[in-house]
Structure formats: C-alpha cells, structure tokens
C-alpha cells in the first residue's frame, strides 16, 4: 500500500497531502471493492481513531475526484458513492456494477462483457470510445430471499422504510 500512497502524492502538485488527505485515500485503498459515500468515509475514519469533520470529507472528495483520484457515481440511494478510480494504484479496466434496488448494495462485475459491442461500435459509427459505464438495477440473493417473506411476492416488495423495507442485511 505504500507504493500505490507514493504513486498517488504525484497527482498532488498544487495542493497539499495533508494527513486527513492521506486517511481518506487509505480508506479507499483498503475498501477499493466497495463504494464509499461521505457518511461510509467518516465512519471508517472514526474506526480508525482520526477526528476528521464530515465537512473535511465532503471538500476532500470533491477535490480528489477533480484530481483524478476518485470517480464519483449515482446509484439511485440519494447519496454520491465514490471508488478509487482505475489506474491509480489499480488496473486499468472497465468493470460493471449491479445494484440492488432494495438494499442498495452495488457489487462489481469485473468482466468487460461489451468489449465486442464497443468494437462494432466503433467500426460501423467511426466512434473512437475511451469509457463506457454500465449499471444493472434489480434485486440481490439475499433481498430475493425476503421474498418469501412479502405479502404478494416479487411484485409487493416493500420500498426502503417501508415495513420490511429496512437494510435486511
């Protein structure tokens, strides 16, 4: 982890690493499977002892997302999630997410399943494609497993805050 913090003081040419900096990328570093939102950053800071304000965290990600550093996402929950953007300290690759739609979780699908579309793509628009992004919205295993538990089945599955609708996980 060293190595990739190293890597990554280069994109600070005009601002400074300050060691609230530091943390916040370190969590992302060690949490680089997940999508952290501002509360999740300043949860796993506290965790680790550091008295960083809310506040700090919100400016910091900002700035770290102008730099390059992070990419933020919209998945639909009310909140920015950020991960670690690829490249920095990371293989580059595109990579796919599934989000559940009740619970919220996002899981990764490494697999750049539209390597041949993006190809076709190319060819027949004479399009040069440097990224795509690519969410699939639907319901986890353990939230289909709720199911049984909803009146009605699929079609009646409660909303967030809903009776039944709180993080069953």
């Known amino acids: 982890m060293e190595r990739k913090m190293r890597e990554i003081e280069r994109h600070f040419k005009e601002h400074r690493l300050t060691p609230q900096r530091k ?8 949490h680089r499977e997940k999508h952290l939102s501002a509360e999740e950053v300043f949860q796993f800071s506290r965790e680790k002892g550091a008295e960083i304000g809310l506040a700090t965290i919100y400016r910091t990600l900002d700035l770290l997302e102008e730099l390059g550093l992070l990419h933020k996402m919209h998945f639909g929950d009310g909140r920015n999630r950020y991960e670690i953007q690829r490249g920095v300290g990371l293989e580059d690759h595109h990579h796919h997410h599934l989000v559940c739609v009740h619970c919220y979780e996002i899981f990764e699908v490494e697999e750049d399943l539209l390597h041949q579309l993006e190809e076709t793509i190319e060819q027949q628009y004479r399009f040069h494609i440097i990224n795509h992004n690519l969410h ?4 986890c295993s353990r939230c289909q497993a709720l199911e049984k538990k909803w009146p009605g089945g699929a079609n009646a599955r409660p909303e967030s805050g809903e009776e039944g609708g709180d993080d069953p996980h």
């Open 23 to 30: 943390m916040i990328l370190q969590i992302f570093l060690e």
């Open 136 to 139: 699939f919205y639907g319901y």
